[in-house]
């Protein structure tokens, strides 16, 4: 069984920063990805941004220079700066992390999303 607990998120004023983390546990083997996505109220989930297990990095369009995705691979932890934030960056992000088991199970499993808006 694999858990995904996530942190941070919140309240905050257009140009300001916020940071999320999502943290890992359980059976895991090896991680594939992991990263976050976001839902806005009335649209389709998005990618935000992804780390892959080689390092390499992918963001959406709308937060290029603005947002950074790492990762803790002791910790299990990925992690998301936010920086320059836009109300059109209002929604609530979930972090996503595709892992194998060590069962040998592949498992794309969600955490349990987190409301941030951005408003003066």
């Known amino acids: 069984q694999v858990q995904l607990v996530e942190s941070g998120g919140g309240l905050v004023q257009p140009g300001g920063s916020l940071r999320r983390a999502c943290a890992a546990s359980?059976?895991?083997?090896?991680?594939?990805?992991r990263g976050w996505y976001r839902q806005a109220p009335g649209k389709q989930r998005e990618l935000v941004a992804v780390?892959?297990?080689?390092?390499?990095?992918i963001y959406a369009d709308s937060v290029k220079g603005r947002f950074t995705v790492s990762r803790d691979n002791v910790k299990n932890t990925v992690y998301l700066q936010m920086n320059s934030l836009k109300p059109e960056d209002t929604a609530v992000y979930y972090c996503?992390?595709?892992?194998?088991?060590?069962?040998?199970?592949?498992?794309?499993?969600w955490g349990q999303g987190t409301q941030v808006t951005v408003s003066s």
């Open positions: 996503n992390v595709k892992l194998v088991t060590t069962s040998r199970m592949f498992v794309d499993t």
């Open positions: 359980g059976s895991i083997d090896s991680i594939n990805s």
């Open positions: 780390v892959t297990s080689g390092g390499s990095t």
